[in-house]
């Protein structure tokens, strides 16, 4: 592990987490002092390759940007890891809750009793041709008593439990994991992206209170309603900011990378009349000064703010009404529908939660990252969110009832033979 200083607290865990998106492909690793404390040791990020709305598309090019991304991560923490925790969002992502209860008859409720409703609620579990990925008891119940956190040593006539499950495409998450894998990483296990973000994102309260959480992605928006300290509901938009960015490019007739440099130097949700006036340019510095011409653009190939600005309000009209519709039909409404959070890379978006809040007519913030020791400036950002909830999860490791153990991983020096190893196993595999 990297030199620490000679009074830092001593490392007892180390996580390694990466998170697949369309956009990015981002790594860290975290590790969890003796007092409870995560410290992140190193990070790192790449373009996203072979990946198009959660699914693996190109699995040589998804292979190779995820050990790019996880071998920056290594570098800057002076420590490689054996297996990680992957994240994933899209893939035909689907939540449910399932109850199962069994009977007490009056007398007090015993470890045992509480690991025969666990396994009965297995059986209870109908993953309809699909991947279980999680399947959590979410909160117990006892008689009249509801929202039960621990109920051994209470009295219950009926014990009842909350199967929290999480179902994915199965050739989808077997892609995800073959790419990880082929990176010759061990896969620790799949977190569905709205369970790790709302661990990064979300207090215990609000979780309890009620409160929707949107992660504005580059080419999916997941949707997801916690009550009562759980999830209970998923619904998954198949678009997202990279739609934004393709509609600049090509209402202005430039190329992608031009129209993602003007959504996020100059863009935003809200407009204002200064924006007719105010002339951006279309080239950045270095652009090569031969590219396309913007349509409507003067001599100088600059454009009025107004445009760009009309363009991107255009496409969140769009979505904004689609997420309406998702927590219209998931009943996030009335008194339970108040608290709405933004997060994801196009949470970065300047002017989106007071645009969000007046198309959907409740408060809306947007979720960074929690205040994490050593966490990089660049990474303290809406759109790491995911990254920094896979290492909290991770080191949580809450209960699945389908498996049990410890699933913490161990940690080496990435230098020496450690490295030689890495890459004679990647000569033998690719040559």
């Known amino acids: 592990m990297a030199s620490q200083p000679r009074n830092s ?83 035909g992502l689907a939540s449910q809750i399932t109850p199962v209860d069994i009977d007490i008859g009056g007398r007090r409720i015993e470890e045992e009793d509480i690991e025969h409703l666990l396994v009965s609620a297995r059986s209870s579990i109908e993953p309809d041709g699909r991947m279980v990925l999680h399947a959590q008891p979410a909160c117990y119940f006892l008689d009249g008593a509801e929202g039960i956190a621990n109920p051994k040593g209470l009295h219950a006539e009926r014990l009842r439990v909350d199967i929290h499950v999480m179902l994915a495409e199965g050739a989808a998450m077997r892609n995800l994991t073959e790419a990880v894998q082929n990176a010759h990483l061990e896969v620790e296990g799949i977190v569905a992206s709205p369970l790790a973000t709302g661990y990064a994102c979300l207090t215990a309260e609000e979780r309890d209170l009620g409160v929707a959480m949107v992660e504005f992605g580059a080419q999916v928006t997941n949707v997801s309603v916690y009550m009562a300290g759980m999830l209970v509901g998923l619904t998954t938009i198949p678009c997202g900011s990279a739609d934004i960015t393709d509609s600049i490019a090509s209402a202005l007739g430039i190329r992608r990378f031009q129209a993602e440099r003007l959504k996020c130097v100059y863009g935003s949700a809200i407009a204002s009349p200064a924006d007719h006036r105010e002339m951006i340019p279309v080239n950045g510095p270095g652009d090569d000064r031969a590219g396309p011409v913007a349509r409507g653009a003067d001599e100088n190939n600059r454009i009025p703010r107004a445009e760009l600005i009309g363009v991107i309000t255009g496409e969140l009209d769009r979505l904004v009404s ?77 209960i699945d009832i389908r498996s049990v153990g410890s699933r913490f991983q161990t940690s080496h020096r990435a230098s020496g033979f450690a490295q030689v190893q890495r890459v004679w196993r990647a000569m033998r595999e690719y040559f």
């Open 9 to 91: 607290p001593r490392i007892a865990r180390v996580f390694g987490a990466v998170n697949i998106g369309s956009f990015r492909i981002s790594a860290m690793i975290a590790g969890l002092t003796e007092s409870g404390e995560m410290v992140v040791l190193g990070s790192g990020h790449r373009a996203s390759e072979g990946i198009r709305r959660g699914y693996v598309t190109d699995m040589a090019a998804a292979t190779y940007a995820v050990r790019d991304a996880l071998e920056r991560a290594e570098k800057h923490a002076g420590t490689s890891v054996a297996s990680v925790w992957i994240g994933c969002t899209g893939a």
């Open 322 to 398: 689609d997420i309406g519709r998702a927590l219209e039909s998931m009943g996030y409404s009335g008194r339970h529908g108040r608290q709405v959070v933004f997060t994801g890379g196009g949470a970065e978006l300047a002017g989106l939660a007071d645009y969000a809040q007046s198309a959907l007519g409740r408060p809306v913030r947007i979720g960074r990252p929690p205040q994490m020791k050593a966490l990089p400036e660049a990474h303290a950002v809406p759109g790491f969110a995911t990254l920094a909830g896979l290492v909290l999860y991770a080191a949580e490791d809450p």
